[in-house]
């Protein structure tokens, strides 16, 4: 994949691999999946991925990986 940029103002790092894989280093908490939408929350960023066969791939303290089709990546700012 692509270089990686460190966080900037607490925020997320989203790295896409064309529409079939999203990498998102920050400390982030999952708060909806399914095979057809994930929401992940990440401080004040609710990040929401819409698309076919999304799986799960890595989750760790730094790092979520989610592959699948992508068809949608979408921002939502508390507080905005």
Same mark, same amino acid.
């Given at each position: +994949?692509?270089?990686?940029?460190?966080?900037?103002?607490?925020?997320?790092?989203?790295?896409?691999?064309?529409?079939?894989?999203?990498?998102?280093?920050?400390?982030?908490?999952?708060?909806?999946?399914?095979?057809?939408? +994930?929401?992940?929350?990440?401080?004040?960023?609710?990040?929401?991925?819409?698309?076919?066969?999304?799986?799960?791939?890595?989750?760790?303290?730094?790092?979520?990986?989610?592959?699948?089709?992508?068809?949608?990546?979408?921002?939502?700012?508390?507080?905005?």
């Amino acid at each position: +994949m692509g270089t990686k940029f460190p966080e900037l103002g607490g925020a997320p790092c989203i790295e896409l691999d064309g529409n079939r894989s999203i990498v998102i280093t920050g400390r982030c908490a999952i708060v909806l999946y399914s095979e057809e939408e +994930m929401r992940i929350h990440c401080g004040r960023l609710l990040i929401q991925i819409t698309g076919s066969a999304l799986e799960l791939g890595t989750l760790d303290e730094q790092e979520l990986s989610i592959t699948g089709l992508i068809a949608q990546v979408g921002f939502l700012t508390e507080g905005a």
